[in-house]
């Protein structure tokens, strides 16, 4: 079921049950065959971005998360360097409001094209997110979870297009279904055959800043409910120590709220 958000109403018709043309479905299975027959991580993603290139979807991720830790370990990606460099230094990987919902709401969903954001992307970055798309060309994207239970890793797929919102509606209404099962036939495959070590050019590793021993007990002790002062005492530290291991792990973990800091820690398996 396709979620969009409340915020605007689109222009023009969405249908986007998973219903298939003959063309549709002996692409589909041409695509099926490719992807089981692929040996390794890397081939999966290379079918993956063939099909995407050879149906007009536009750029595509593959991007893997690791289901113990419940953090992003990395994405392979076809979009503009550009783009990639962005998404990584602006620290837009720790907090992609996209990420989360492999767990909580693992549905297919959109941004952009004029169809409005969902409510829990509002309680994200999605802003700052659609305004770096549409820097880089990209007028929409198209994102679907695969959650894969009792594995390792889980996986999402999410394609990036230059379409204007009319022609990228347009293109959602014929090519969806095709997109969500095809997404879910590669998301699964991805995830089987990841084992943590991807080499290419098309692979962005995610890397968890360094906490020091320091900010990390720190932070273990503001866990606990206690304040600044209790935590100096604790320690044998004078609170204004306190507060430059906090500054200090705040600015690592691009966090702009102590609040924001110790939810990113916790999500990375840093406390």
């Given at each position: 079921?396709?979620?969009?958000?409340p915020?605007?109403?689109?222009?023009?018709?969405?249908?986007?049950?998973?219903r298939l043309?003959?063309?549709?479905?002996?692409?589909?299975?041409?695509?099926?065959?490719?992807?089981?027959?692929?040996?390794?991580?890397?081939?999966?993603?290379?079918?993956?971005?063939e099909?995407?290139?050879?149906?007009?979807?536009?750029?595509?991720?593959?991007?893997?998360?690791?289901?113990?830790?419940?953090?992003?370990?990395?994405?392979?990606?076809?979009?503009?360097?550009?783009?990639?460099?962005?998404?990584?230094?602006q620290?837009?990987?720790?907090?992609?409001?996209?990420i989360?919902r492999?767990?909580?709401?693992?549905?297919?969903?959109?941004?952009?094209?004029?169809?409005?954001?969902t409510?829990?992307w509002?309680?994200?970055?999605?802003?700052?997110?659609?305004?770096?798309?549409?820097?880089?060309?990209?007028y929409?994207?198209a994102?679907?979870?695969?959650?894969?239970?009792?594995?390792p890793?889980?996986?999402?797929?999410?394609?990036?297009?230059?379409?204007?919102?009319?022609?990228g509606?347009?293109?959602?209404?014929?090519?969806?279904g095709?997109?969500?099962?095809?997404?879910?036939?590669?998301?699964?495959?991805?995830?089987?055959?990841?084992?943590?070590?991807?080499?290419?050019?098309?692979?962005?590793?995610?890397?968890s800043?360094?906490?020091?021993?320091?900010?990390?007990e720190?932070?273990?002790?503001?866990?606990?409910?206690?304040?600044?002062?209790?935590?100096?005492?604790?320690?044998?530290?004078?609170?204004?120590t306190?507060?430059?291991?906090?500054?200090?792990?705040?600015?690592?973990?691009?966090?702009r709220?102590?609040?924001?800091m110790?939810?990113?820690?916790?999500?990375?398996?840093?406390?």
């Amino acid at each position: 079921m396709l979620v969009a958000g409340p915020s605007s109403e689109p222009l023009y018709e969405k249908r986007t049950k998973a219903r298939l043309s003959n063309t549709q479905f002996e692409r589909l299975r041409a695509f099926s065959r490719s992807v089981l027959a692929a040996p390794s991580y890397a081939d999966v993603f290379k079918v993956l971005a063939e099909f995407s290139r050879d149906i007009g979807a536009g750029a595509v991720n593959c991007a893997v998360f690791d289901n113990e830790r419940a953090q992003l370990v990395g994405v392979s990606s076809t979009m503009k360097p550009a783009a990639v460099s962005r998404y990584f230094e602006q620290d837009m990987a720790s907090d992609d409001p996209l990420i989360p919902r492999i767990r909580t709401d693992p549905r297919p969903a959109l941004l952009g094209w004029e169809l409005g954001v969902t409510p829990l992307w509002q309680q994200g970055n999605s802003a700052r997110m659609l305004d770096a798309m549409h820097k880089d060309g990209y007028y929409g994207l198209a994102y679907f979870p695969v959650l894969v239970a009792g594995q390792p890793f889980s996986t999402s797929i999410t394609i990036r297009n230059e379409l204007e919102p009319e022609l990228g509606q347009a293109f959602l209404n014929s090519e969806f279904g095709l997109l969500q099962l095809a997404a879910d036939v590669v998301g699964h495959r991805a995830a089987a055959l990841f084992h943590g070590r991807v080499t290419g050019e098309h692979w962005h590793a995610f890397r968890s800043p360094i906490l020091s021993p320091r900010e990390r007990e720190i932070m273990g002790w503001l866990a606990t409910g206690l304040r600044t002062e209790q935590i100096a005492h604790q320690l044998g530290l004078k609170p204004v120590t306190i507060h430059m291991h906090l500054r200090s792990a705040r600015r690592k973990l691009g966090a702009r709220t102590r609040e924001q800091m110790m939810a990113r820690a916790a999500l990375r398996g840093l406390l």
